[in-house]
């Protein structure tokens, strides 16, 4: 049995984490397609999808709510939905808007936050609120939702340990000393910075003003003022979050190409998650190019008295050229590979091949599920 | 197209999604233009700082520093960049701390939204004007951040100078409008690789620029993409099937002895980039059909983690497909 499917068995959450580009919304969304074809009730929450993986979900615009793949799409697929696939594509700014309801101490409150510009800058512009909101939502669907296993993807962050860093970060903006300093005093003197008793903060204000103007600095009091009273819930919110990611039921995979950067920041990642006490449950070593035999020997001399010679000779000498290209990758990956086996034990990953399709329809993800669950692991010729 | 002609505007601003290539096409571009005895400076804005790597420098700084003949390196951070602003503009001469702290970086550009980008582009324009700097260049190259939709960088300062009506930053905001659309000062060259998801986003920005943003582009680049190697003769030969033994003949000649399993992989390899190939080609039809700017191919380089010679190749490559522009 492959990693990932003991961990499809045995864990409610598998978050799929890893660098841009690397395959996370796929997998996610292969993830979630076998666990139903194995008779679990399933939740992908995805971030990202391609217009056609979307599609393929069912999944036409921005929607927190679970949406039901039919079984049609499993069937036409050659596919057996024993169980359910719900998926949703995370919505930030009303995940946001709940989370405020929720701890606001009263609806007007509420609404003053949710009305304010600043508040409204947040959920578009400030770096780590959409993982901190795909954070909230995966704490609720947990709670709430009666999902045998909820997989989620994550934000296309360039670096994948922004993801983890994200939640605290916007926690600790919110209560940034460096704000304070010159927000509450500002916001004491009734939004009249010349009446600020504190000299230095009242010059770093004047130049904050002429920076961003008076009425976006009034916004910000107004928003950092409603606040107050509210943080007391969100940092114990935060903690209830953290600690669901970090019990049993938790697993982390983190995806990564075989790329020499991507290796390594995938590795970087997993100790990350370890020292931070988060379960790493498998490394998925995605888009690796296939080995289709052992290297043909072939010397540039013979490769150029055949490109000289009839048809049939100038296409053997393509045909070499072009397997001479792609063992070059190959090699290289695997050289990528081995180096990645000496940190992370080869039983903790799978690998799935470079598919010569798309992966952005059923047979796809079922192609891709197919290598993720394989019951043995892809020969390799050696 | 006449090189000079190409490297006429001073900024050549290489904009796309994360991972499609900025940063390689950005050092090619350098060194095309280098090789035509400009004095190059690549701003890297992007968070990965991948550059330095391709040059064999050592990381850079928030100053140009040479990384080799003719080609300068600098890396623009907001937080040095609004620390500059100050230093400029209110003639701080001691920032203080408070200014240049992360926290504060955040607060200001999400009340401001779009001032980040500002900050960025406002290093780019001193550069251009050769001001707070010792070095003066002929061209700069823009490798422009991923993080976000491309679309936010540039649309940063006519959002913001639509957003205020007066003061400083508002005077600034225009500034940088002006430079942007001035087709004699910079051009965005749009980079994205034979995709789905970069493909729709490319094309969404393109046509931003040209109706929106009134920026002017030069030729879009496909990167990435698979060599067309076999003749549609051949094509039909391979999804046929093939005289093995005619081929082996062939090998035996020139003293290659070829076996059944050899056989299996060299049309496998085929059948994947026959396959992959195709593929590509639906993505690249979209795009070239979605846009009005010439499409550059670049190929799809099997040597991953490329290097100095690499780059050089693949700007030898660009040259060749601008002249013939
Ligand atoms: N094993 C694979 N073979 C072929 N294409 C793949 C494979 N895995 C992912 N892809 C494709 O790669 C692209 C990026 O995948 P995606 O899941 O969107 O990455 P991420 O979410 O990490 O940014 C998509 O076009 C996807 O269809
Ligand atoms: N034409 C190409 N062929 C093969 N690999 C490439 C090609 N162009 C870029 N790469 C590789 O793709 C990765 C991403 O390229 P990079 O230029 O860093 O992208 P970006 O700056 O857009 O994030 C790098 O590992 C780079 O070496
Ligand atoms: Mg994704
Ligand atoms: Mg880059």
Redesign the interface.
Known sequence: MSVVSDLVDRKEIIVCAGS??VGKTTAAAAIGMHAATRGKKVAVLTIDP???LASSLGLKELSNEPHRVSARKFSAAGLEAKGELYAMMLDTKTTFDQVVMKYAPSREQAEKIIGNR?YR??S????GTQEYMAMERLYELHAEGGYDLIVIDTP?T??ALDFLDAPRRLT??FE????R??LIPYMKAGGGFMRVANV?AGT?LR??K????AE??D??AEFFGSLEGMYDGFKQRAREVAALLHSQVTSFVVITSP???SVAEATFFASRLDEAGLPFGALVVNRVH?R???R?E?RPR?IS??EQ?????R??A??????E??M??VE??ERNLEGLARKIPRHRWVRVPYL???A?DFPGLAAIADQLFATTAPAVRR | MLLDEFFDPKILIVSGK??VGKTTVSAALAIMAAKAGHRVCIAEV???G?LPAIFGSEGLGYEPSKMCPGIWGLRIIPEESLAEY?RVQ?HMKRI?K??T?T??V????????G?KDILILGKIWYLEQERTTKERFDTIVVDAP??GHMLTFLSAPSGLSDA?RV???RRQADWLVQMLRDPKRARVHLVTLPE??PV?ETLETTRALEERLEIAQGPLFANAVYSE??TP??EK?LKGTIDRA??RT??E????A?DD??F??????????R??RS?QETHLRNLRAGTGEPVIELPFL????LALPDVENLADVIEEKVEKL
Do not use: C
């Open positions: 841009g580009g391609a217009r056609r600043f800058n947040i578009s512009t400030l770096s296309p360039r670096n600790d903006f940034s000393r460096v704000l300093w010159f230095a770093f130049i904050v002429r920076i961003v103007g976006v600095l916004d910000t790329a020499e950067q296939p289709f035999g052992d043909i072939a013979q008295k055949l010679g009839s048809a049939e000779a296409l053997l393509k045909l070499l050229e072009n397997e290209a792609f070059r990758v290289l990956e010569e399709q798309e952005v | 994360g991972g992007d968070e990965k991948t100050l209110y203080s408070a200014f702290s926290h504060f955040d607060y200001i550009t999400t009340a401001a939204p001032l991923a993080a205020l003061g400083p930053v789905e998801m729709s190697l076999f003769q051949e030969k005619a081929l062939q090998g000649a020139v003293g290659l070829l399993e050899d299996d992989a060299l049309f496998s390899y085929a059948r994947f980039l396959s992959r593929i099997f040597s991953a983690g």
